[in-house]
């Protein structure tokens, strides 16, 4: 098989795999390439990603346009299963729409126009022919009776107001389908480029400006959205982005967040690890905690912790027991000296984990070799 006829059949079968999966217009490249990129139809398809994603896009746009034309052909399908009906059981200015319904159920061209909303509303129009010439017949009669037109009249209004009720209805739920749309999207995106100059700015400082353009203004997009996508915007087009060719769809930038940030952690914790061996506090009185009977004024003397003769010494100055007194250190002192050090502030977000390595440090020091004293007898 040649190349030609290979890539034919890749075009082929990613074409199909659009047909048979992406039928709606609010399905999204990101959403599309999450579930299919395994799928040999799309992965043998295209040389990258972007010219994946621009085939995607035309198709999305051509099953837009493919929807617009089946639904207005659902409504003159519908207009003339209208006229079909009148041939039958008249209708006029007094009927219905719930009554003349119940006759067109049936009807393959009822059920194609989707939305119950949208068929009174072209019922309503429907009937402004007869509406005008009733009109003009009671024109021709000024003596009818005033009831009759008060009543249609009420009738004339209250017709109007499900229709303009209908065409909100209407004009609301194409307004949510385009919510989610490509074409929204591309169109604001396209916008920022234009608009946006320098990089370093952020949404709220541009938003003032960006409501007196009608491209903004007018955008279905909600607000979250339109940061969202400012955001996108603003990575993509940084210089360290366009420096290193990353791209917040394809998961580069997260891959080279996450190693920065390995490295990073690694780097504060071995700077924290050095900032306990060279402080001298730490050293001192975790090797201290480890000595058996250390007393300040007497040397180290074992076994003299209860000896009451060790109370008072010759000028009354007492001993004091080093082992007691480096109990008493406990991480809040420690916190004290060392909380200034950025090394130490560095896990200022861990304050548990922090206590964790001071206490892991303590255990690992020794005590210290000893001297002891003997006095002269």
């Given at each position: 098989m040649s190349k030609e006829e290979e890539k034919k059949r890749d075009r082929e079968g990613?074409?199909?795999?659009?047909?048979?999966e992406a039928r709606s217009t609010r399905e999204t490249w990101?959403?599309?390439?999450?579930?299919?990129?395994?799928?040999?139809?799309?992965?043998?398809?295209?040389?990258d990603d972007r010219e994946r994603e621009k085939?995607?896009?035309?198709?999305?746009k051509e099953l837009g346009e493919r929807k617009r034309a089946q639904a207005r052909k659902a409504e003159l399908d519908f207009m003339e299963l209208l006229k079909n009906h009148?041939?039958?059981?008249p209708i006029t200015v007094d009927s219905l729409w719930k009554e003349v319904k119940r006759n067109l159920t049936k009807d393959p061209r009822y059920d194609a126009v989707g939305s119950s909303t949208?068929?009174?509303e072209l019922f309503a129009t429907f009937l402004k022919p007869f509406l005008r010439q009733s009109s003009f017949?009671?024109?021709?009669?000024?003596?009818?009776?005033?009831?009759?037109r008060a009543e249609r009249a009420l009738r004339d209004r209250e017709e109007q107001t499900r229709a303009e009720r209908g065409k909100i209805e209407r004009d609301i739920?194409?307004?949510?389908?385009?919510?989610?749309?490509?074409?929204?999207?591309?169109?604001?995106?396209?916008?920022y480029v234009d608009c946006v100059r320098d990089p370093l700015s952020s949404y709220h400082e541009l938003e003032p400006t960006f409501f007196k353009h009608p491209r903004f203004a007018s955008s279905p997009i909600p607000s979250a959205q339109k940061q969202r996508l400012f955001a996108q915007h603003s990575l993509e087009t940084s210089l360290p982005a366009t420096k290193l060719g990353l791209r917040s769809d394809d998961g580069s930038?997260?891959?080279?967040?996450?190693?920065?940030?390995?490295?990073?952690?690694?780097?504060?914790?071995q700077d924290f690890q050095k900032l306990l061996e060279e402080n001298s506090f730490v050293e001192f009185w975790g090797k201290v905690s480890k000595i058996e009977g250390a007393v300040v004024d007497g040397g180290i003397v074992p076994g003299e912790e209860d000896d009451p003769a060790a109370d008072d010494g010759e000028q009354g100055g007492g001993k004091a027991d080093l082992k007691t007194l480096a109990k008493a250190i406990t991480e809040k002192e420690i916190e004290r000296v060392l909380k200034n050090d950025q090394r130490y502030r560095a896990f200022d977000h861990i304050p548990g984990e922090r206590v964790r390595w001071v206490k892991d440090y303590l255990s690992s020091l020794s005590a210290p070799k000893l001297s002891v004293h003997i006095p002269d007898q």
């Open positions: 990613y074409d199909a795999l659009l047909r048979a990101e959403d599309f390439r999450r579930k299919w990129k395994r799928d040999r139809r799309f992965f043998a398809f295209g040389r085939v995607f896009r035309s198709w999305i009148v041939s039958t059981i949208l068929r009174e017949k009671e024109d021709a009669k000024p003596k009818d009776d005033r009831k009759l739920g194409r307004s949510k389908a385009a919510l989610g749309s490509v074409e929204s999207e591309e169109d604001l995106m396209s916008f930038m997260h891959r080279v967040f996450d190693q920065w940030m390995t490295r990073r952690n690694n780097t504060a914790r």
